[in-house]
């Protein structure tokens, strides 16, 4: 009974650390879009300025096509980091669905 307990054991350790790392990854997900929403208004108000400053309407569109690629490269982030995070749920289930067989 002495190794069932400390399988057991074992597993709602892995469960846990599972669950921490899905928290993890929800919470860079968050963060990450955050970075996407501030890039957003960041080129709005560079628009703005464009609209009243020719010297700065002239450098408007290198600034969206660099704004734009780091958009995308956040983008794929946030898809990436949404793959691992099912992966992880993935995961999560299966070390549950064991715990639930002992």
């Known amino acids: 009974m002495n190794g069932l ?9 892995t469960l846990d650390e599972k ?3 899905a928290s993890d990854l929800m919470a860079l997900i ?6 996407i929403a501030k890039l957003d208004e960041d080129v709005a108000r560079e628009i703005e300025v464009a609209r009243s400053n020719l010297e700065a309407s002239r450098h408007l569109p290198p600034y969206r096509d660099m704004m734009g690629k780091r958009r995308e490269r956040l983008e794929q982030s946030v898809a990436d980091v949404n793959l691992e995070l099912e992966r992880v749920r993935d995961e999560i289930a299966e070390t549950f669905g064991d715990i639930k067989k002992t």
């Open 5 to 13: 307990n400390q399988l057991l054991r074992l597993q709602k350790w």
């Open 19 to 21: 669950r921490r790392q």
């Open 30 to 35: 968050e963060r990450l879009q955050g970075d």
